[in-house]
């Protein structure tokens, strides 16, 4: 085994042998990963130098290759690996927050990974491992005294999964709403508040759980131009934590993080929220060039709404259309977005008059990667 890693090694190390062949070369890298892991779990001493190196290349696959669903389970063996090869329960604890916290961001930003069989399978097996897990209030609070939140978050996770909630799914029922307020709560006690600020996994959570209790449906849904109905208070708080994470946890942006476009969109969104419409724009331009979100950064997201869950009603002018069959597209001038046009589909605008000039006071407005669209009488979902 240590013979076929070692020519694995020399293959990827050497610039001309897979030149032009990156899919050979991310399947070289995933197959590598697996035989190291096996020689791992033969060693008597686990090294963890060589567990980072070896996540370290697997999270660069996934950055390329974002549909590479053999590379996330094996990256989550990794975990599960160095997981049990640690004896101190500190690291332990920690390793098994990283775990989960990884899997609630692929929540949001890979669904099709999480869904798959072969994923789900794995993931089990970190299930199993937080129900046989016992954090004590001394420990989280020991932890949290020395700038770890890892207590707090597997607390919080526990709670929240015997409660079972999901956050992709949303509040069902009275009970999953009461565990969330209570853990939304636990997350905001003044004596957690610098060490919850600083935790990325614990940050992710707290978002979710402020969306949750204040708008019961999650984040993300099936479908098209979902409506929220939240009070501003909750708006600025979820604008501040994706501010936070944005300023605290990217470090370098990149085209290819998922995790930082749904917290640039929720941004948006929040601005947008606020009013805050020119701002909303400004930060939706930096999301809207990446292609690598694929066919969903055309989607028409989340409406801006009042906070009892109506569309809020804007008045705009069309300043330009094309009438030609295949395009039918055009843009608006409203008012509170400056001279930021909205675009629209003039079907989507529910009416004949199409001429430039013609003015419409009851235009709604959705979000998406690529910026915002323009509606009129959009349906609830």
């Not at 053999?70 to 063996?77: E, G, Q």
């Not at 479908?223 to 909750?234: H, V």
Request: with cysteine.
């Amino acid at each position: 085994m240590e013979k076929a890693i070692a020519i694995s090694k020399s293959l990827l190390e050497d610039p001309y042998a897979l030149n032009g062949l990156e899919g050979d070369r991310t399947t070289l890298i995933v197959e590598t990963s697996n035989s190291k892991l096996l020689l791992f779990d033969l060693q008597e001493t686990k090294d963890n130098y060589s567990y980072k190196v070896l996540e370290k290349e697997l999270e660069a696959v996934i950055t390329n290759d974002s549909q590479n669903y053999y590379a996330y389970v094996t990256l989550l063996k990794a975990y599960i690996s160095e997981y049990e090869g640690t004896k101190d329960d500190e690291k332990k604890t920690e390793l098994l927050e990283s775990m989960m916290a990884w899997k609630e961001q692929l929540e949001i930003s890979n669904n099709d990974v999480v869904d798959s069989e072969y994923f789900r399978e794995q993931y089990a097996r970190v299930n199993l491992l937080l129900k046989d897990t016992e954090v004590r209030q001394k420990a989280i609070d020991e932890m949290a005294n020395n700038g770890s939140a890892a207590g707090i978050y597997i607390y919080s996770k526990k709670y929240l999964t015997d409660a079972c909630v999901e956050f992709r799914f949303g509040i069902r029922n009275s009970s999953q709403y009461n565990a969330c307020k209570y853990i939304y709560d636990y997350l905001r006690k003044p004596e957690y508040k610098e060490v919850v600020s600083e935790s990325e996994s614990c940050q992710f959570m707290l978002l979710n759980l402020t969306w949750l209790i204040n708008n019961t449906s999650p984040i993300f849904q099936k479908g098209e131009r979902w409506c929220t109905a939240m009070k501003k208070e909750a708006w600025e708080e979820i604008y501040t934590i994706c501010n936070n994470y944005l300023q605290r946890f990217i470090k370098a942006p990149s085209d290819s993080n998922r995790v930082e476009k749904n917290m640039m969109y929720l941004k948006a969104l929040a601005l947008a929220q606020l009013g805050e419409y020119i701002e909303c724009v400004k930060t939706l331009t930096y999301i809207g060039e990446d292609p690598t979100i694929g066919l969903k950064r055309t989607y028409t997201m989340h409406v801006i709404c009042d906070e009892h869950g109506n569309p809020k009603k804007f008045t705009g002018i069309i300043e330009a259309y094309d009438p030609t069959p295949n395009q039918k597209n055009g843009k608006l001038r409203i008012e509170e977005f400056g001279n930021n046009l909205v675009y629209f589909y003039g079907p989507n605008l529910e009416t004949s008059r199409l001429e430039v000039g013609s003015i419409f006071d009851d235009i709604e407005i959705g979000l998406g990667y690529i910026g915002t669209k323009a509606f009129r009488m959009i349906k609830r979902v």
